[in-house]
Protein backbone atom coordinates (compact mmCIF):
# COMPACT_ATOMS: atom_id res chain seq x y z
CA UNK A 1 0.00 0.00 0.00
CA UNK A 2 1.32 3.11 -0.96
CA UNK A 3 2.38 5.54 1.61
CA UNK A 4 3.07 8.80 -0.02
CA UNK A 5 1.91 9.23 -3.34
CA UNK A 6 3.01 12.47 -5.69
CA UNK A 7 1.43 13.62 -9.17
CA UNK A 8 1.68 13.95 -12.29
CA UNK A 9 4.47 11.47 -12.59
CA UNK A 10 5.28 14.01 -15.42
CA UNK A 11 5.19 17.46 -16.31
CA UNK A 12 6.28 19.22 -19.44
CA UNK A 13 5.78 23.00 -19.47
CA UNK A 14 7.07 26.12 -21.13
CA UNK A 15 9.18 28.57 -19.52
CA UNK A 16 7.53 31.20 -17.79
CA UNK A 17 4.70 28.92 -16.51
CA UNK A 18 3.30 28.16 -13.09
CA UNK A 19 3.49 24.35 -11.93
CA UNK A 20 1.96 22.98 -9.01
CA UNK A 21 3.28 18.96 -7.43
CA UNK A 22 0.83 17.60 -5.43
CA UNK A 23 2.40 14.88 -2.89
CA UNK A 24 -0.77 12.88 -0.70
CA UNK A 25 0.42 10.65 2.15
CA UNK A 26 -1.08 8.04 4.53
CA UNK A 27 1.08 7.91 7.14
CA UNK A 28 -0.36 7.46 11.21
CA UNK A 29 2.13 8.88 13.23
CA UNK A 30 3.27 12.16 11.07
CA UNK A 31 6.18 14.14 12.35
CA UNK A 32 7.21 16.19 9.22
CA UNK A 33 6.97 16.32 5.64
CA UNK A 34 10.04 17.03 2.85
CA UNK A 35 10.44 18.35 -0.46
CA UNK A 36 13.75 17.40 -3.02
CA UNK A 37 14.68 18.55 -6.13
CA UNK A 38 16.63 15.66 -7.42
CA UNK A 39 19.07 16.93 -10.46
CA UNK A 40 21.70 14.47 -10.86
CA UNK A 41 22.65 11.77 -8.12
CA UNK A 42 21.59 13.62 -4.84
CA UNK A 43 18.61 15.28 -4.49
CA UNK A 44 18.86 18.90 -2.74
CA UNK A 45 16.54 19.54 0.45
CA UNK A 46 14.11 22.26 -0.21
CA UNK A 47 11.62 22.42 2.31
CA UNK A 48 10.63 20.94 5.51
CA UNK A 49 6.99 21.03 6.31
CA UNK A 50 5.57 20.41 10.31
CA UNK A 51 2.48 22.41 10.58
CA UNK A 52 -0.89 23.28 8.36
CA UNK A 53 -1.38 26.31 6.76
CA UNK A 54 1.99 27.82 6.92
CA UNK A 55 3.48 28.66 3.50
CA UNK A 56 7.18 27.99 3.32
CA UNK A 57 8.81 30.15 0.38
CA UNK A 58 12.73 29.98 -1.29
CA UNK A 59 12.42 32.60 -4.09
CA UNK A 60 10.18 31.03 -6.86
CA UNK A 61 9.47 28.12 -5.31
CA UNK A 62 6.91 27.78 -1.90
CA UNK A 63 4.96 24.70 -0.24
CA UNK A 64 1.77 24.16 1.80
CA UNK A 65 0.96 21.92 3.69
CA UNK A 66 -2.70 20.39 4.96
CA UNK A 67 -2.60 18.00 8.01
CA UNK A 68 -6.42 17.34 7.64
CA UNK A 69 -6.16 16.58 4.84
CA UNK A 70 -3.14 14.59 4.16
CA UNK A 71 -1.10 16.73 1.76
CA UNK A 72 1.65 18.89 0.67
CA UNK A 73 1.47 20.83 -3.01
CA UNK A 74 4.94 22.27 -4.39
CA UNK A 75 4.64 26.05 -6.32
CA UNK A 76 6.83 26.71 -9.03
CA UNK A 77 6.04 30.61 -10.52
CA UNK A 78 7.95 31.57 -13.55
CA UNK A 79 9.62 28.18 -14.17
CA UNK A 80 12.98 28.37 -15.95
CA UNK A 81 14.83 25.50 -17.54
CA UNK A 82 17.00 24.87 -14.79
CA UNK A 83 14.09 23.71 -12.86
CA UNK A 84 13.82 20.80 -15.22
CA UNK A 85 14.50 17.97 -12.44
CA UNK A 86 12.73 15.11 -10.62
CA UNK A 87 10.84 16.20 -7.30
CA UNK A 88 10.16 14.13 -4.46
CA UNK A 89 8.08 14.14 -1.31
CA UNK A 90 9.24 12.26 1.81
CA UNK A 91 7.32 11.96 4.89
CA UNK A 92 8.51 10.98 8.28
CA UNK A 93 7.22 8.98 10.44
CA UNK A 94 7.30 9.93 14.43
CA UNK A 95 7.72 6.55 15.76
CA UNK A 96 11.04 5.01 15.09
CA UNK A 97 12.35 7.97 12.61
CA UNK A 98 11.28 6.18 9.26
CA UNK A 99 10.70 8.06 6.59
CA UNK A 100 8.40 7.43 3.36
CA UNK A 101 9.20 8.62 -0.49
CA UNK A 102 6.91 9.14 -2.59
CA UNK A 103 8.25 8.52 -6.41
CA UNK A 104 8.78 11.73 -7.62
CA UNK A 105 7.28 13.78 -10.38
CA UNK A 106 9.47 14.47 -13.43
CA UNK A 107 9.32 18.28 -14.47
CA UNK A 108 10.73 19.43 -17.92
CA UNK A 109 10.74 23.20 -18.85
CA UNK A 110 11.21 23.62 -22.09
CA UNK A 111 12.28 26.85 -23.74
CA UNK B 1 4.14 -3.91 -5.15
CA UNK B 2 7.66 -2.27 -5.32
CA UNK B 3 9.75 -3.08 -2.59
CA UNK B 4 13.32 -1.96 -1.17
CA UNK B 5 14.16 -3.27 2.08
CA UNK B 6 16.70 -2.49 4.77
CA UNK B 7 18.48 -5.22 7.47
CA UNK B 8 17.49 -3.17 10.46
CA UNK B 9 15.13 -0.17 11.39
CA UNK B 10 17.58 0.78 14.46
CA UNK B 11 21.24 0.13 15.25
CA UNK B 12 23.44 0.81 18.14
CA UNK B 13 27.42 0.16 17.74
CA UNK B 14 30.52 0.80 19.67
CA UNK B 15 33.41 3.43 18.20
CA UNK B 16 35.57 1.10 16.02
CA UNK B 17 33.25 -1.63 15.27
CA UNK B 18 32.71 -3.01 11.85
CA UNK B 19 29.29 -2.49 10.80
CA UNK B 20 27.18 -3.45 7.76
CA UNK B 21 24.18 -2.24 6.24
CA UNK B 22 22.29 -4.16 4.16
CA UNK B 23 20.08 -3.02 1.08
CA UNK B 24 17.88 -5.72 -0.82
CA UNK B 25 15.67 -5.07 -3.77
CA UNK B 26 13.08 -7.00 -5.66
CA UNK B 27 12.59 -4.68 -8.67
CA UNK B 28 15.48 -6.51 -10.90
CA UNK B 29 16.75 -2.44 -10.66
CA UNK B 30 20.25 -1.50 -12.37
CA UNK B 31 21.24 1.33 -9.94
CA UNK B 32 21.20 1.14 -6.35
CA UNK B 33 22.41 3.99 -3.69
CA UNK B 34 22.96 4.68 -0.03
CA UNK B 35 22.50 8.11 1.39
CA UNK B 36 22.35 9.49 4.91
CA UNK B 37 20.35 12.52 6.31
CA UNK B 38 21.09 14.39 9.24
CA UNK B 39 19.18 17.38 10.50
CA UNK B 40 19.51 21.09 8.22
CA UNK B 41 21.34 18.66 5.69
CA UNK B 42 19.15 16.77 4.09
CA UNK B 43 20.30 13.79 1.64
CA UNK B 44 23.93 13.23 1.06
CA UNK B 45 25.10 10.23 -1.36
CA UNK B 46 27.88 8.17 -0.49
CA UNK B 47 28.30 5.36 -2.96
CA UNK B 48 26.28 4.56 -5.81
CA UNK B 49 25.92 1.46 -7.56
CA UNK B 50 25.12 1.32 -11.59
CA UNK B 51 25.72 -2.33 -11.79
CA UNK B 52 26.56 -5.67 -9.83
CA UNK B 53 30.44 -5.09 -8.88
CA UNK B 54 30.31 -1.31 -10.18
CA UNK B 55 30.57 0.83 -7.64
CA UNK B 56 31.31 4.84 -7.31
CA UNK B 57 31.79 7.30 -4.45
CA UNK B 58 28.95 9.78 -3.84
CA UNK B 59 29.87 13.24 -2.49
CA UNK B 60 30.77 12.31 1.26
CA UNK B 61 32.38 8.47 0.63
CA UNK B 62 34.91 8.75 3.38
CA UNK B 63 34.83 6.37 5.97
CA UNK B 64 32.43 3.78 4.15
CA UNK B 65 32.67 1.01 1.61
CA UNK B 66 30.16 -0.81 -0.54
CA UNK B 67 29.55 -4.25 -1.95
CA UNK B 68 27.49 -5.43 -5.16
CA UNK B 69 27.89 -8.49 -5.33
CA UNK B 70 24.06 -9.43 -6.28
CA UNK B 71 22.10 -6.92 -8.40
CA UNK B 72 19.72 -7.18 -5.82
CA UNK B 73 21.87 -6.60 -2.84
CA UNK B 74 23.67 -3.23 -1.91
CA UNK B 75 25.14 -3.02 1.13
CA UNK B 76 27.33 -0.49 3.38
CA UNK B 77 29.97 -1.17 5.06
CA UNK B 78 31.69 1.30 7.83
CA UNK B 79 34.95 -0.12 8.43
CA UNK B 80 35.44 1.49 11.82
CA UNK B 81 31.97 3.04 13.10
CA UNK B 82 32.88 6.69 14.60
CA UNK B 83 30.63 8.60 16.37
CA UNK B 84 30.02 11.33 13.73
CA UNK B 85 28.78 8.68 11.73
CA UNK B 86 25.30 8.54 13.61
CA UNK B 87 22.68 9.36 11.40
CA UNK B 88 19.87 8.07 9.67
CA UNK B 89 20.75 6.11 6.16
CA UNK B 90 18.59 5.79 3.48
CA UNK B 91 18.80 2.89 0.73
CA UNK B 92 16.97 3.73 -2.84
CA UNK B 93 16.80 2.35 -6.24
CA UNK B 94 16.76 4.00 -9.34
CA UNK B 95 14.08 3.01 -12.16
CA UNK B 96 13.62 4.01 -15.79
CA UNK B 97 15.89 7.25 -14.86
CA UNK B 98 12.76 9.00 -13.25
CA UNK B 99 11.22 6.47 -10.51
CA UNK B 100 13.38 6.45 -6.86
CA UNK B 101 12.20 3.82 -4.64
CA UNK B 102 13.55 4.69 -1.02
CA UNK B 103 13.90 1.98 1.64
CA UNK B 104 12.53 2.35 5.17
CA UNK B 105 16.08 3.70 6.70
CA UNK B 106 18.40 2.72 9.07
CA UNK B 107 18.81 4.91 12.35
CA UNK B 108 22.26 3.90 13.03
CA UNK B 109 23.94 5.15 16.90
CA UNK B 110 27.30 5.27 17.56
CA UNK B 111 28.17 5.41 20.97
Known amino acids: EDKVVQSPLSLVVHEGDTVTLNCSYEVTNFRSLLWYKQEKKAPTFLFMLTSSGIEKKSGRLSSILDKKELFSILNITATQTGDSAIYLC???????????FGTGTSLTVIP | DVKVTQSSRYLVKRTGEKVFLECVQDMDHENMFWYRQDPGLGLRLIYFSYDVKMKEKGDIPEGYSVSREKKERFSLILESASTNQTSMYLCATLAGGTEQYFGPGTRLTVT
Open chain 1, 90 to 100: AVEENTGNQFY
